[in-house]
């Protein structure tokens, strides 16, 4: 195993590991932060998945010319519908079942489920492929044995944008505060003035629009289809249970110890039994750390 | 529904709540339930329509399970598919070894394949038997196999984790991985295990033809007689003390702990006994559908078997069984009838029981019963789970 | 040199493509299958590794898959399959046609496809041949049975009931169809083989 071996593998450790903190961001602030365990997150992606589909057939329709720029649209669209989506979802359905989390992990499985069927008839059965921006085609040679591929790089600086976004959105605004208070002390903040009932609902739009945003960015790595949800959901929750449900940053942490062990796995081992062997590790580890590795305590 | 007094300010069940459930009502029920799986039902399907039926039993077992450790125990396990199939698999290599070493068999596919080994790992040039299969030739290991590994496998697991405190929520997305685990292996390594297709291609047990009407017929009634004999051994273990126990641990497991009870040995142990329940299933399914696969075995059928207990009734074991008939049916219907609707159809029926329904059909049997006799609903006072106890036992841990 | 599998429906191919290109081979052999396609061959573009510098060749990709991969993916790469929409024979030119007249000129016909519709009219003739449905007869009926397919004029075995089939490499093109570059003889079908 030469340098330029070790290069590629952490950098493909560092790519997984970006795809998983965008999944698991927004599932982080909607189950670390609220409580509600939302099992249709993948086809929210999905969703995101499909803007960025929708955006791209509309460019190439309308607009030919512009084609480079579709993926900003895309992911812009893809945000703004799964928000919105997750709004919805959360006043019509998710407010009422704040005190029992495993009621809402049944719930919107089954609302993931409706969505699948949603796909399947209103999309399509098969997977659909969204076609690379011309100018993220191929990879970056920074050396003669070492490449980046730049639809890569390109979610590696997207994963960044967001999670800083994300984090002065938490702890630079007024939102964020609110959030926060929440969060940690419902009946005070609502005795302090907060609408509470609001800053649900904004935050779960906000924990969708998230996951609309990886969904989106995922059309660069690979197909979508009504399935790719279910794909994804099991990943993104070991994320952030093995990271510690209330904290982010031991999300993005966790991410990044996933992804490292992934790409390290699958370098010596066989794909399914790197896959086993990660879920494996995650059950392990969580016996000795069993609320994740950043436990954070906080007062329900 | 009005809250009966002696409900705690929580709205968790008291102990005496959970008597008064399991009074001559449920015994009531039983007689009705074993009424209709003996004789009704027997009566007035054909031969295809009854495996049907024992096909959905078979998965009743597991929903069983789940009612006694989520509606008794608080633990909501989405990895019951992964018992389910350690017992079917079991099985099926039993059945494989038998259909392939029997006499007639084992010369026909010598000289076809060049070796008697099951078909799959001819085709995938595995050598020799792998030696963990060599065991289930005998019939003799097998069933005590599938009585003991399986809720052995769980006890270990769930007590290592209870005793570490790990709650509600961690602990269902433990099973939700364990039954991942599973299902990829079984995958990969399709060598040995068949793969995604799954073991399949076995006529008889112990020399008896499973194809024939009359063995079919058998096997609903066994299967039926076996699952009773559950859901009457669960309804013993809720009426016993540890019952009592139990239900003290779901609504209150720090209390149990300092009166000095161990509520991971408790917990554990209910959680072994739901395993025990799916792997018979599993085993009976196999037997019936000639089939073990690994699509029986992943998240998703896990998370459907809950929805059998859910639609039944969280606290209702018979609930279970009337729950696991129904998906099931409604299954069959709408894949014969409107392929595409199955999902919605699904999908809405999970938010509409977990809305509107959060105690299942036998909540609203509770309820039309109790108001004909204009007295308060026993089953509604028994199913208040959701307020307090779980989210206590959920992420605060 | 080496070889990597995955579970179905797997995505992340980075570590796999990695190995590739360290050990530079001389033919990458894919056996991947459905949706995983997408995210394979999507990957190895990016990774700078594509038909005109790579030898490739897959198992389970036909015009159908391509139009999901995008034919910009796959070009120039090989693809062995026992039918292709190119074929030129009269049995397809007419089997085409019909085709695209009822689903649409922008459908593409596959080797799935192909071999779902002969099969129908296979139990057909076999049916016919028996004078019965009955199983155990269409069975003992189908030994030796000919059909004029469009992927040519093919036959089922004598004692193993599988078809003998031409195989067929071709290079796929911009357009995502593919151009026949080999197509063997009647192959006898061996559906047992050691490896």
Redesign the interface.
Known sequence: M?L??LA??A??GL??FTILMLMALGLAIVFGLMGVINMAHGELMAMGAYCSYGTALFFERFMPGLMGLYIFVGIGLAFVVTSLFGYLLERGLIRFLYKRPLDTLLATWGVSLVLQQLYRQLINA????V??VSW????W?ATE?V?F????LFIIGLAVVTATLVYLLLFRTRWGLRIRAVTQNRAMAGAAGINTTKVDAYTFALGCGLAGIAGSSFT????T?P??GQ?YIVDTFITVVFGGVESLLGTIFSAFIIGQM??WF??SL???MA?ASILLLVIVVLYFRPNGLFAAKVRR | MSKPARQGANGGVTVAGVATERGWGEKYAFVILAVLLLLVVPLSLDVFRLGLAAKYLSLGFCAVGIVLIWGYGGILSLGQGAFFGLGSYMMAMFLKLESTSADSSAQALSS???SNLPDFM??N?VETLPWWWEPFHYVWFTIPAILLLPPLLAFILAYANFRKRVGGVYFSIITLALSAILS?VI??QQGVTGG?NGINDFRTFMGINLDTDQAKRTMYFITCVLLLLCVGAGGFILRSKLGKVLVAIRDKEDRVRFSGYDPALFKAFIFAVAALFSSIGGALFTIQVGLASPSLVGIVPSVEMVIYAAVGGRVSLIGAVYGAVLVGSAKTFFSENFVQYWMYFIGCLFIFVVMFLPDGLAGVLGRVRMRMRGRKNPVAAAVQPDAGSVSESGIAK | MGE?????????F???I??I??AKPDVILNCVV??SN??FF??L????INGSNQTLLSLAVSEEEVS???A?NTVGTLTCMGYFQSLKNPANEKFVKAFKAKYGANRVLGDTLECGYISVYLWKLAAEKAKSFDVEKVVAASSDLPIDAPEGHVHFDKSNHHLWKHARIGTFLPDGQVNMIYESPLLAPNP?P??
Request: avoid cysteine; hydrophobic fraction near 35%; glycine fraction near 16%.
């Open positions: 030469n330029d071996m590629m593998q950098f493909t790519s997984i098969k997977e659909v492929e076609p690379t993220l085609h191929g990879a040679q044995g490449s591929p730049l639809s890569r660069m790595l690979a197909s289809g399935t790719t794909q992934q790409s699958e370098y066989s794909g399914s896959r | 076809f394949f060049g001819v085709w040039s990829i995958i990969g995604v | 990597g599998y995955y579970p179905l429906g797997h995505i992340e980075s570590s796999e990695n190995k290109k360290a459905g949706g997408v995210a999507k990957q573009t990016a990774a700078g999901g991969i995008g910009e047992f050691k490896l």
